[in-house]
Every structure is written in structure tokens, then in C-alpha cells.
Nanobody, 120 residues
Framework: QVQLQESGPGLVKPSQTLSLTCTVS??????????WSWIRQPPGKGLEWMGV???????YYSPLLKSRTSISRDTSKNQFFLQLMSVTPEDTAVYYC????????????WGQGAQVTVSA
């Protein structure tokens, strides 16, 4: 069973870059069966899909966040990463890394979530 774990700073200052790592176990991020996504949930709001990195490294982003978001990976460590630039307090959220089944493009396993607060 695929397991995911987010890690990174819990506090980021406005205008800086938010950086998170997702470490995957129980499955390779290069297997063609999966893609790997980032989703966030601001306090009191619903889930927001941010973007995805495919098994071949191709990336796709939410149009709302595309100008500020970058998803990359390190296949040697079986990790993928999120960078969100020029953050504001509105980027405060719980950030999740999520496994995507490419057969039906449904979300599978989720990490436990990482709380990130944007504040001076």
C-alpha cells in the first residue's frame, strides 16, 4: 500500500516561498500507474487542487495557482516537492500530498497533512 508523508516548515513569512516535501513509500513515483498531486485546505474552506506531477515528470497546475506553483521530484529519493512563491496569509492551509490512480484519475492514498501558516 502506498504511503505518503509531508514535511516542511510550519511557518512562512509573507512574500517568501513555501516549500514542502512528500516522501512516498510502498510504491515508486515513476510507476506508470500513478500520478502525484498536491491539495490544500484553508481554514474553514474546502479542498483546493493545486497541481500534479505525472509518472514521467510532466506537470499540470491549477490555473488559479499556476503562476506561483512549481512541482518537482527526486526519483532517487522517491520524493516530490511543492513550491508556492510569493505567499500571503491567504495561503495558510493544511497541505496534502496525494496519490492519483491513473486508470481512473481518482485520488488514492493521502498524507496526513502539513499545517502551514503564513504570518510575519
Amino acid at each position: 500500500q502506498v504511503q505518503l508523508q509531508e514535511s516542511g516548515p510550519g511557518l512562512v513569512k509573507p512574500s517568501q516561498t513555501l516549500s514542502l516535501t512528500c516522501t512516498v513509500s510502498g510504491g515508486s513515483i515513476t510507476t506508470r500507474y500513478y500520478a502525484w498531486s498536491w491539495i490544500r485546505q484553508p481554514p474553514g474552506k474546502g479542498l483546493e487542487w493545486m497541481g500534479v506531477i505525472n509518472y514521467d515528470g510532466a506537470t499540470y497546475y491549477s490555473p488559479l495557482l499556476k503562476s506561483r506553483t512549481s512541482i518537482s521530484r527526486d526519483t532517487s529519493k522517491n520524493q516530490f516537492f511543492l513550491q508556492l512563491m510569493s505567499v500571503t496569509p491567504e495561503d495558510t492551509a493544511v497541505y496534502y500530498c496525494v496519490n492519483v490512480d491513473r486508470d481512473n484519475w481518482m485520488f488514492g492514498s493521502w498524507g496526513q497533512g502539513a499545517q502551514v501558516t503564513v504570518s510575519a
